[in-house]
């Protein structure tokens, strides 16, 4: 089966729209992560009370067989509000679920966890 000119035409046309979705499927990422920088940054510093109520990991792979490891915890303050926020990996470490202290956090960004 041979296409030849049309064949080439459409694939072009493909290709420039996958081209276009995968371009703007990056640029809608950039602009999320940098509103919700922006928001963490223009959120108060707050410490509260706070209990450690679970951890989560959440693992992604990769092509090249690599992977990468996200941490988050869910703390539960004073009023029963509960919030999950992410973390790094050492950090995770030290907080063990049904550990009490105050939690410092600015927005949905970690700060710190003082343990009682």
Same mark, same amino acid.
């Given at each position: 089966m041979n296409f030849g000119y049309?064949?080439?035409i459409i694939?072009?046309?493909m290709f420039t729209i996958a081209f276009i979705l995968i371009l703007g499927v990056i640029v809608i990422m950039v602009v999320k992560n940098i509103a919700t920088w922006n928001k963490n940054n223009n959120s108060p510093r707050l410490t509260v009370e706070a209990k450690v109520m679970s951890k989560r990991?959440?693992?992604t792979h990769h092509h090249d067989s690599m992977?990468?490891?996200? =941490?988050y915890v869910t703390f539960q303050v004073d009023s029963g509000d509960r919030m999950e926020l992410p973390m790094t990996g050492s950090e =995770?470490?030290?907080l063990a679920e049904g550990d009490v202290g105050k939690?410092?956090?600015q927005?949905?960004? =970690?700060?710190s966890f003082e343990r009682k």
């Open positions: 049309r064949g080439y694939f072009e046309y990991t959440a693992i992977s990468s490891t996200r =941490y =995770y470490g030290m939690l410092t956090f927005g949905t960004r =970690y700060l």
